[in-house]
């Protein structure tokens, strides 16, 4: 499993904390644990300072506490106890999947599933409410998609296609039908009618 992983397993970057201006970035690998920082200080004495970098192996960074302690004040606790999860080998390989493929994986769930997998993260929201996924579940509970649908669901929207009752949709393909004739005999009598003043 751990061959899947691609070699950077998480970076993120910030400032520290007021009234500090300095950036740090922080930076797990497969192997290590990468901490920079850059001191940012109007100050003379650390004009000249140069950018620093701590690295430690997953086991040697479950050991520093002095280097966890300063990951919490820059990036929270929320940070920390992930590379934690990280250093110990607890990946969530479910998040690195592709977003096309996390559709093809959803569109297989139950409606309270999407609905409980929509309320996890911001990524998970987005992919439950997106139009790729009801398209696929629309597709998956059709015999047959006719072109009058598909653009009706370019209209609607296809999640909302899918939660609407038969007869509104039978209502709304009439509809969308009566309009398009109406524009259609428009174009026709345009088409037809000499311009004013000829």
Same mark, same amino acid.
């Given at each position: ?19 500090? +201006? ?14 920079? #920082? ?21 086991? %040697? ?11 919490a004040l820059v990036f ?45 993260s911001r990524r998970f929201? +987005? ?6 996924? #009801? ?22 929207? #296809? ?30 009598? %345009? ?6 003043? +000829?």
């Open positions: 499993m751990a061959s899947w992983l691609p070699e950077t397993l998480f970076e993120i970057v910030g400032q520290g904390p007021a009234p500090s +201006k300095d950036y740090y970035q922080l930076l797990v690998t497969r192997f290590q644990v990468i901490f920079r #920082w850059w001191k940012i200080s109007l100050r003379s004495e650390y004009r000249s300072a140069k950018p620093g970098e701590t690295k430690e192996t997953h086991e %040697d960074f479950l050991e520093k506490s002095h280097l966890q302690v300063q990951i929270g606790s929320k940070i920390l106890d992930y590379v934690f999860n990280l250093c110990e080998g607890k990946f969530d390989f479910l998040e690195r999947l592709s977003d096309s493929l996390l559709l093809n994986i959803i569109s297989y769930l139950d409606l309270e599933d999407i609905a409980r997998l929509s309320q996890t929201a +987005k992919l439950c409410m997106s139009e790729e996924l #009801w398209e696929q579940i629309v597709r998956s509970s059709c015999d047959h998609i006719t072109p009058d649908m598909r653009a009706l669901a370019q209209d609607l929207g #296809w999640r909302r296609m899918y939660f609407t009752n038969k007869l509104q949709l039978q209502r709304h393909l009439r509809k969308r039908k009566q309009r398009q004739g109406s524009q259609r005999k428009q174009s026709a009598l %345009d088409a037809h009618v000499p311009a004013a003043g +000829k």
